[in-house]
């Protein structure tokens, strides 16, 4: 690594480190007494469940009590089945004291058998019984009336003759006075976790709860019989589960009620993971003691949110290193600034997956758990390259000190100028335009050259006759074939055009036949075949109509970011896409390379890449030389970039060998590079149509079972939100700082143009993977403008998951609360994974009215031809 680097580094892991350390400051709480009043006491071990009759041995319910001897002066029950009915006796062991409880269900007959053994153990262990609860939440849970409740609470008084009650939350006893009478006192959960309120308020919140009840129940005792908070699981509107704000609730709790003399029993002695399958996530994590019997965070020490965050930021760091030492590969050229970007971007991304993934691992691994993580963590991965590519396009589009391959022009002799074979395919062109193409042509300043016009399969000969009369008038340099039956689309076209070459043309050039080029075309980009190495020269798409109104204005402003951004950086390390027009080609190399492919469907795209499998150099110049005509609607917007997606994965897979370095040939690294990067985004939209099904199916079993099904875990927002925000971001800095375009209308035009092909890329992404003979889809050109119906027709499936998405936040809205974090960043991921549809649907409107003018989105003064721009 250089010593710019190693600065560089060093400075923003400085930089992570006070981020880590400022995040985990020590925050002093007040002590934990020596005793405390009272524990829930749930014996259970991770191989438990009560729900299954697995229940601890006496052994290890013996165990936990030697554990709280000292600790507690009384533990609190829940049941009397099976070794818990022992409970008592082995508590008296070690002094401590029994709140005794009885599980109620809806099952009257074993109500009436618990209820009996309840009575019956504690009338055997009355020196240290101190209490019974016949039920918890029974009401709260409506698995019995009041009444019933009432019928099992007289007996057990009846009976005891020691304080009786039932244990619900607070709110349950303010709405049921008629049960307050039929109890000795008021046995009252205080979860103020479960109702949101937030940590600095949870205790002035139990006092407020608890001052209400005295004012509605005076003179009866109150005992709090559950108070905690969770160590883990998902936000509560303003509460946030973690280990800290445990610590900090009960240490802040303990001392108030050290003050006000509360009784109580903390919520809970020991975790129990059992509860997970009936209480989700959070169920499982009340325990001040894990699962393991061990302590959750310190007692007396000042609390830290992660204890060992000094060991998660040397990760972090390291992570970081590695992630910014593959940035930096081959990135000579970078500026300071550039470099210093990048960093920032690795220790940021290091810093967040460190973060995540600490958290997630922080819990109890179940089989759902571990598939979920490995979905995570997949997901993540993928994020961080997608950005990682994104930022280091972003670096090498603003922040060079030079370009390693800037274009240079070249002078040759006019005895040394090659002869150049023009190639102008056509499939049912309309006459006039292909009649100016050839216009244009025929007034090239290179003298050295010849067109071959080749027109497959049109069937209409009003059609092509009309081209082929035109071709000889302009002389013999022009030459016109009409060929049909001819397979292999616009590469069958080219490959019988390189028959027909003269044998003298050393060059092949391609233009398709909406291009009309500039008379210096040729004189300027020939000469770079001087060089031996050069087998590829290219200038940039162009589009001449792009005036002509707001769609095609639309159209013209996205399209100008591959060939001024992505095309300048690729060329950086010779690994241009050739084009199949406005491109130049080696007739020897073609040839040897077996001409223009017919497998995929971009033969174009196809060929570059074998010629750099062959080791040769690309030539690439940003000015342009040649505009052609958009398509005129929307859906043949949406055609070519399927077709172009399409032969990209049809590319990946045939090539995937050469591509991965696994298959031996003169790619480079950065060649083999710029070639998988540039198609990961195209690859990201397919994952990402994949994560709206799944978005969609888990909101709907969310908003029908939200007892079992929790929102998905903040992370799974964040991190396509985060993506989505990057690459816009991105997209406005980089349009408006390379002037690409020159107005916010326009980055905007481009943003929605792009985001409306994304459910289009990524049914071609799927498609290109696994099938294969998809047709060659032609672009039309000069083609009536469809009407609205047409138009929106092309957007149906958009529009469908659109709805569905829109359907899904609006349930999200009305049948669940956003106050939780959650559900509020779920609502937004909702709304956000929308935008894509309603981008798709707002250009095929637009596209449907071709009157609405460019001024839209390009000024009077900017609808002036936009200067051309350079390297």
């Avoid at 709480?29 to 697995?54: C, V, Y």
């Avoid at 809970?268 to 302590?295: H, L, M, N, P």
């Avoid at 025929?442 to 071959?452: A, C, D, G, R, W």
Wanted: proline content about 4%; glycine content about 4%; overall charge neutral.
């Amino acid at each position: 690594m250089k010593p710019a680097n190693i600065i560089i580094s060093l400075l923003i892991a400085l930089l992570t480190i006070t981020f880590w350390a400022m995040a985990n400051r020590p925050e002093m709480e007040p002590l934990w007494p020596d005793t405390i009043q009272g524990f829930s006491f749930s014996p259970m071990r991770a191989h438990h469940d009560p729900a299954k009759n697995l229940y601890p041995s006496i052994a290890e319910i013996d165990a936990d009590l030697a554990r709280l001897a000292g600790k507690t002066h009384a533990i609190r029950t829940y049941s009397v089945d099976s070794t818990l009915g022992k409970i008592p006796e082995l508590a008296r062991k070690h002094e401590i004291n029994v709140a005794l409880g009885a599980w109620i269900t809806r099952d009257q007959e074993k109500n009436a058998l618990e209820v009996e053994q309840l009575i019956n153990i504690a009338d055997k262990n009355r020196r240290n019984v101190v209490r019974v609860m016949v039920g918890n939440e029974v009401l709260l849970r409506k698995d019995l009336s009041v009444e019933q409740l009432i019928t099992h609470l007289d007996h057990a008084r009846a009976e005891l003759g020691m304080p009786v009650s039932t244990a619900e939350p607070w709110h349950i006893w303010a709405e049921n006075p008629q049960l307050v009478n039929h109890v000795d006192f008021l046995a009252v959960h205080m979860l103020p976790f479960w109702e949101g309120i937030h940590l600095d308020n949870a205790v002035g919140h139990i006092e407020d709860r608890l001052t209400y009840l005295k004012k509605l129940y005076p003179g009866k005792k109150i005992v709090i019989a559950e108070v905690g908070w969770p160590s883990h699981g998902r936000t509560q509107k303003k509460s946030v589960a973690s280990e800290a704000n445990q610590a900090a609730f009960l240490r802040r709790f303990l001392h108030k009620a050290e003050q006000e003399e509360y009784i109580y029993y903390v919520m809970e002695a020991f975790d129990q993971t059992w509860k997970q399958e009936i209480e989700g996530s959070i169920g499982a994590y009340w325990g001040v003691y894990d699962v393991y019997r061990k302590a959750k965070f310190e007692f007396t020490k000042p609390i830290v949110q992660i204890p060992q965050w000094d060991v998660l930021a040397g990760i972090s760091v390291l992570f970081a290193v590695i992630l910014f030492a593959m940035l930096s590969i081959d990135a000579k050229t970078l500026s300071y600034h550039g470099r210093s970007f990048l960093a920032l971007i690795a220790f940021s991304l290091a810093t967040v997956a460190v973060w995540i993934i600490y958290d997630y691992v922080d819990q109890y691994m179940t089989l759902s758990t571990i598939l979920v993580g490995i979905v995570l963590i997949l997901g993540m991965m993928g994020v961080i390259i997608v950005l990682m590519i994104e930022a280091h396009e972003w670096a090498e589009t603003l922040w060079i000190k030079e370009r390693r391959r800037e274009f240079k022009a070249l002078e040759m002799d006019n005895t040394d100028l090659p002869m150049v074979s023009i190639h102008v395919p056509a499939y049912n062109e309309p006459p006039d335009m292909m009649i100016e193409t050839l216009n244009a042509l025929s007034k090239l300043t290179y003298k050295n050259y010849e067109v071959i016009v080749i027109d497959n399969n049109t069937s209409d000969p009003q059609v092509w006759q009309p081209v082929q009369a035109h071709c000889q008038t302009l002389g013999e340099k022009f030459k016109f074939y009409h060929k049909a039956p001819l397979s292999g689309f616009k590469s069958g076209a080219l490959n019988y055009a390189l028959k027909k070459s003269s044998p003298q043309a050393s060059v092949i050039a391609v233009i398709d036949s909406d291009y009309c080029v500039q008379e210096n075309w040729l004189t300027d980009l020939v000469p770079q075949f001087k060089r031996p190495e050069v087998a590829i020269v290219q200038a940039p798409q162009d589009y001449r109509d792009y005036q002509e109104n707001a769609f095609k204005a639309m159209c013209f402003s996205e399209y100008r970011g591959f060939f001024h951004i992505g095309m300048v950086t690729r060329n950086e390390r010779n690994a241009i896409i050739q084009h199949g027009t406005m491109t130049m080609v080696r007739t020897k190399v073609l040839k040897e390379v077996g001409g223009w492919s017919e497998n995929t469907i971009t033969e174009d795209a196809e060929l570059g890449l074998m010629i750099f499998k062959a080791g040769h150099e690309a030539v690439y110049s940003a000015e342009s030389y040649g505009q052609g005509l958009m398509p005129d609607t929307f859906i043949d917007y949406k055609n070519q970039r399927f077709r172009w997606a399409y032969g990209a994965m049809q590319i990946m897979r045939y090539h995937a060998g050469e591509l991965s370095g696994k298959v031996k040939s003169k790619l480079s690294t950065g060649q083999r590079y710029h070639f998988i990067a540039g198609w990961l985004p195209w690859i990201a939209d397919g994952i990402n149509l994949i994560f709206n099904l799944a978005a969609l199916l888990w909101t709907v079993v969310m908003v029908t079972m939200p007892e079992k099904v929790a929102p998905p875990l903040v992370i799974f927002s964040i991190l396509p939100l985060s993506l989505f925000v990057f690459k816009i971001l991105k997209l406005f800095y980089l349009y408006r700082g390379v002037n690409i375009v020159m107005t916010f209308r326009q980055t905007m035009a481009a943003a929605i143009s792009g985001l409306a092909l994304s459910h289009t890329i990524a049914k071609a992404m799927w498609l290109g993977l696994f099938t294969t003979g998809r047709p060659f889809l032609r672009t039309p050109k000069m083609e009536r403008s469809a009407v609205l119906l047409k138009a929106v027709s092309a957007a149906l499936e958009e529009v469908f998951i659109m709805l569905l998405l829109w359907s899904s936040a609006a349930a999200v809205y009305f049948y669940l609360s956003l106050d939780s974090l959650d559900l509020l960043l779920w609502f937004i991921v909702l709304l956000v994974q929308s935008l894509p549809y309603v981008a798709t649907l707002l250009m095929s409107v637009i596209s449907a009215f071709p009157a609405l003018r460019s001024e839209l989105f390009l000024s009077r003064k900017e609808i002036e031809p936009v200067n051309r721009l350079s390297n």
